[in-house]
């Protein structure tokens, strides 16, 4: 996503969930492209859901903070 291919990206990231629903890598990446689009809302709704998932996890706490500021 990285590349200008953001897209891509989310179909990519959306499709892992589909066959994954708890993949955190994908779910984790499909935050950063939220993020990095400026779609605050989706990736703050996002990086709720990885800390849901696994509420030790010290990156989607880090990018949630960053995205309340």
């Known amino acids: 996503w ?7 990206a989310i179909k990519a990231f959306k499709t892992a969930l589909k066959l ?3 993949y955190l890598d ?5 935050g950063l492209v939220y993020k990095a689009e400026g779609q605050v809302p989706q990736a703050k709704e996002i990086f709720l859901k990885v800390i849901r998932m696994s509420p030790g ?4 706490r880090k990018e949630l903070e960053e ?3």
């Open 2 to 8: 990285n590349k200008g291919r953001t897209e891509d």
């Open 20 to 22: 994954k629903a708890d």
């Open 26 to 30: 994908a779910l984790y990446n499909l």
């Open 57 to 60: 996890d010290p990156l989607a």
């Open 67 to 69: 995205l309340k500021r």
